[in-house]
């Protein structure tokens, strides 16, 4: 068990490009969520998934936004067109939901910190 | 809807002294709470949880916290500060996870200071 893992820690980019990160969760969690949080501020939610599919997305989540988990297993989240207001930190966390004796435990990767200049 | 107030966007205490946070919920149906630990530049910990069995809930790094129903609290204690619990501590609920989605409601956090 390595933990929740994200890719990549740091993303620099300029207004208007396309971003893309990548979580990795705890080995057979089947809850997938992510979380963006701002300077001075909790974590909001804006999407999970159990397995490969994606059960609800937060108002948070522009159409600019679309998060992926194709196999059930890592996930994506891109940001198109990123504008100077999508600067935050991006986490994500993973849970098990079939092991009880964990209850919605979610446990968060490093993040990634997205500056758009 | 659920919510997460925390009382005090900073606390500063002296190493050795009493660590209180504060933080109460708003919730139409029991909750789960939570307490996490943020190091700069890192993703959160978690420090604890409340699943509603015991009301006193021990967590890492001598902290706890009790659950408080009829006060909507779940406030987080360390008898004794320690320099290394300098950190940004977070406040969640969530609902009681059956079927439907659990994403956890944060407050906007609370900064500990410990002075030497």
């Known amino acids: 068990d390595t933990g929740v893992s994200q890719d990549p820690r740091h993303k620099i980019t300029k207004r208007g490009q396309n971003v893309t990160f990548r979580c990795d969760p705890i080995?057979?969690?089947?809850?997938l969520y992510w979380y963006r949080q701002t300077l001075g501020q909790g974590p909001e939610f804006l999407t999970y998934f159990q397995n490969e599919a994606q059960l609800e997305k937060s108002r948070l989540l522009s159409d600019r936004f679309s998060a992926e988990r194709p196999k059930g297993s890592f996930s994506t989240l891109e940001i198109q067109r990123t504008e100077q207001g999508d600067s935050a930190m991006y986490l994500c966390?993973?849970?098990?939901?079939?092991?009880?004796?964990?209850?919605?435990?979610?446990?968060f990767g490093a993040g990634t910190r997205l500056s758009v200049l | 809807a659920q919510s997460v107030t925390q009382l005090g966007s900073h606390v500063s205490v002296s190493e050795g002294a009493l660590v209180l946070l504060r933080c109460n919920y708003s919730?139409?149906?029991?909750?789960?709470l939570f307490w996490y630990v943020q190091y700069p530049n890192q993703g959160l910990q978690l420090l604890l949880k409340?699943?509603?069995?015991?009301?006193l809930v021990k967590g890492i790094n001598g902290f706890e916290a009790e659950f408080k129903k009829s006060e909507t609290s779940f406030h987080l204690t360390k008898p004794s500060a320690h320099m290394s619990d300098a950190a940004e501590y977070f406040c969640?609920?969530?609902?009681?996870?059956?079927?439907?989605?659990?994403?956890?409601?944060f407050g906007k956090g609370t900064r500990l200071s410990v002075i030497a």
């Open positions: 409340y699943t509603s069995a015991a009301t």
């Open positions: 919730s139409s149906v029991p909750p789960y």
């Open positions: 969640a609920v969530s609902e009681v996870p059956s079927s439907g989605n659990t994403p956890l409601v």
């Open positions: 966390a993973s849970s098990s939901y079939r092991d009880l004796g964990q209850k919605n435990i979610q446990y």
């Open positions: 080995s057979e969690h089947n809850r």
